[in-house]
């Protein structure tokens, strides 16, 4: 973390007000240095890693210069995965909360039409994965014409996922006179070649990426045959009793089986891979993110930017090909200046793979003697203590905001023919209540959700408890999210 303050950067209160609600005191190092190339407009490529607060680096100038009144998107973000699309869309929208700046997600494997619906409502930022995107884009969902920032985040994994030409088409979709700001963990040629192509006479900027792998997380390594792994596993979480741990595999298969297999030991565990429903990865995300479960048994699905808080444990029941994912896996422990410990398991045959990821990270990995039966047999009962209790919630950074924030239900939307503007104005008709006090709204076809601010939740909910819009009876409570 940086000496200077974000109100250097001049940005708006209330921006400064959610940055303040979120906790974040000073600007890390990737923010420093973008955000105020960025308000100036130029054109940005920056290599950094995920857990450098680069998300805010690019989400504070987009919000910084929307205009809430615009209708269109002004705002284009790409990312490699669905969870990474929400994750980002999530912390824009906190951002951007007083401002009442709205982001959306688009991603496969949801129903198109869905995410139609919410593309006609006013967006002001539009967070996608690459295909669905572009599918949106050709059926003439998004209207680009006054989209002024694209944001290509973790670029090297959407090429290395294939997603390439997507990327490229949409790009190409793009008014010419925008920004474009790029991030990525690694520079290829593939990807300088897009940027000389797309991006005019951009400023570099380097976030030192080592750092990640030495200084918080303890790393330890075991020799161990495939067929042995399952009973160090069950050694090695004893004796070390985390309290919240992803035990990476390679394959969804290898993620099924290591989840049943943990089930049968009564472990609490949730899994994610690529396989699994669009609604079931989000929802176990999100129940491992609150602290639903000590345990997520996962694919690399999971690996990159993914931002879960207090993760004491990353497990790498198989050891990862691919040298960069063994960085994006260990990342996700030792977060915001917190200790983490990597423990990853190589086969005999895979020691190659482990010494190209020692020379990649630029030290040998300490190896681990294995531990005994007899060994890990006394630390069984504290584990299983640990199990027992009942978990600790995790706060979302969402629920910052919640004492001055409060989201209401309203059991009507388009098909009672509400719109915005009939919610402003019976809000504003109670006592005590004015313009000012209402965030941001969504009206879907059933019902609708807003945001009341300055803490005037309560005194809306008691106004609107018998109450009506346009004649209609409704019924307002306080939203479950
Ligand atoms: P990111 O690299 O965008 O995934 O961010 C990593 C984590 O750092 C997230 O949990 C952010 O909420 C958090 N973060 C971002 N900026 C700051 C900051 N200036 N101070 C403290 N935490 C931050």
């Given amino acids: 973390m940086s000496n200077i303050k974000f109100e250097e950067f001049n940005i708006s209160e209330e921006i400064l007000k959610a940055i303040n609600s979120l906790g974040y005191k000073n600007p890390s190092e990737v923010q420093e240095q973008v955000i105020p190339i960025a308000l100036k407009g130029k054109d940005i490529i920056v290599k950094s890693q995920t857990g450098s607060g680069k998300t805010a680096a690019f989400a504070i100038p987009l ?46 494997k949801q129903p198109i039409s869905m995410q139609k619906k919410q593309l006609k409502q006013r967006v002001h930022v539009i967070v996608g994965t690459p295909g669905r995107t572009l599918d949106h884009i050709e059926r003439g969902n998004i209207n680009l014409d006054k989209v002024k920032y694209l944001i290509l985040d973790e670029a090297d994994e959407m090429l290395s996922m294939g997603f390439i030409e997507q990327v490229e088409e949409v790009i190409k979709a793009v008014p010419k006179n925008r920004i474009t700001m790029l991030f990525s963990a690694t520079i290829p040629e593939s990807i300088e070649a897009i940027c000389k192509q ?121 050891l990862p090909l691919e040298k960069g994912n063994y960085v994006h896996r260990i990342g996700r422990t030792g977060r915001a200046g917190k200790q983490g410990k990597a423990i990853t398991f190589v086969t005999h ?20 003697v294995i ?71 969504d009206i879907q076809d059933n019902f609708s959700h807003v945001d009341i601010m300055n803490g005037k939740g309560m005194v809306v909910l008691e106004a609107l408890k018998n109450g009506s819009i346009k004649g209609k009876t409704i019924r307002v409570e306080k939203a479950n999210k």
């Fill in 63 to 108: 919000c910084e210069s929307a205009d809430i009144d615009e209708t269109e998107p002004q705002a284009l973000v790409l990312t490699p995965t669905r969870e990474l699309a929400l994750q980002v869309s999530q912390d824009i929208t906190n951002i951007g909360r007083y401002k009442k700046i709205r982001a959306i997600a688009v991603f496969g």
């Fill in 349 to 368: 045959h895979e020691k190659k793979f482990l010494q190209a990821i020692e020379q990649y990270i630029g030290m040998e990995i300490p190896k681990g």
């Fill in 371 to 441: 531990p005994t039966k007899e060994e890990s047999e006394p630390f069984r009962d504290e584990f299983y203590k640990k199990h027992d209790a009942k978990p600790v919630i995790k706060k979302t950074k969402a629920s910052n905001f919640s004492s001055d924030i409060m989201k209401i239900y309203i059991s009507a939307g388009k098909k009672k023919k509400i719109r915005t503007l009939d919610i402003v104005g019976t809000i504003c008709n109670i006592e005590g209540v004015s313009s000012e006090d209402i965030g941001i709204i």
């Fill in 198 to 318: 797309y991006m005019i006479n951009p400023v570099k900027v380097e976030i030192n990426p080592e750092k990640l792998t030495v200084d918080k997380i303890e790393q330890i390594c075991y020799e161990v045959e495939e067929d042995k792994k399952i009973s160090l596993l069950k050694r090695i979480l004893y004796i070390d009793n985390p309290d919240s741990c992803i035990v990476f595999c390679r394959t969804k298969e290898n993620v099924d089986s290591i989840t049943v297999q943990m089930k049968n030991r009564h472990y609490s565990c949730i899994k994610i891979h690529g396989g699994m429903l669009q609604n079931d990865r989000l929802d176990a995300m999100d129940r491992f993110k609150k602290g639903e479960f000590r345990f997520l048994v996962a694919t690399d699905v999971a690996a990159r930017g993914i931002d879960v808080e207090n993760i004491t444990h990353i497990i790498n029941f198989d």
